[in-house]
Every structure is written in C-alpha cells, then in structure tokens.
Nanobody, 122 residues
Framework: QVPLMETGGGSVLAGGSLRLSCTAS????????IGWFRQAPGKEREFVAA????????YYSDSVKGRFTVSKDSAKKTIYLQMNSLDIEDTGKYYC???????????????WGQGTQVVVSS
C-alpha cells in the first residue's frame, strides 16, 4: 500500500479548474505537514501549497496564491488541492508529500505519492 496516493489530474484548458486529492495510508499527526509540489519536465520539483494536519493552517507559493486552495478531510485522511484559473505554466506532475514541519524544500518531505499529471493547454 502506497503511503500517499494522488488522484484527480487531467487535461484542461487555460482558465479551467481541477481538484486533486491526496489520500494517506500512513500515520498523520497534528504536527505533520502535507505539501503539494509540482514538477515540469526538465525542472526541479517546486513547492505549491501545504496544510498542517492538526491546525489546518495553509501555506501557498506566490505563483498560486489566490488561485489554489488546499484543504483536508480528516475523517477520510485526504488532502485536496482545488486549482482554479489554471495557466499553461501550471502544467506538471503534482505530488503530495509528508513533512514533520513547515518547509518548502522537497528534501524535508520523507514520504511521497507517485504523482498525478496536470496538463493545461491554450
């Protein structure tokens, strides 16, 4: 069983919306952070958004602030990333990961899902 599983990716026109889900089978404690990252071909994995499991506090990169919303359903152990007003620059493979505290570096995340592809076209 994979520790984290992302679903919900797909192809969408610029300006459209998608909602990604990240379902956890590993333990989640209040101090844990679940982060969303994306990686475009030939580029490094970059931080998109994160949510602290206990408090629900959210964090966003400047590039998605105001367009993306991260949320959680504790009963389902699922974290969502609602993506609105999608731009071609949002294209990439989206991953969720678990970290012990707030960090925007992928090196701080010890568990990852296998990713879900998002393609935004004009």
């Amino acid at each position: 069983q994979v520790p984290l599983m992302e679903t919900g990716g797909g192809s969408v026109l610029a300006g459209g919306s998608l909602r990604l889900s990240c379902t956890a089978s590993l333990s989640l404690f209040s101090s844990h952070l679940i982060g969303w990252f994306r990686q475009a071909p030939g580029k490094e994995r970059e931080f998109v958004a994160a949510i602290r499991w206990g408090s629900g506090r959210t964090y966003y990169s400047d590039s998605v602030k105001g367009r993306f919303t991260v949320s959680k359903d504790s009963a389902k152990k699922t974290i969502y990333l609602q993506m609105n007003s999608l731009d071609i620059e949002d294209t990439g493979k989206y991953y969720c990961g678990r970290a012990n505290g707030y960090d925007t570096s992928p090196r701080a995340y010890t568990y990852w899902g296998q990713g879900t592809q998002v393609v935004v076209s004009s």
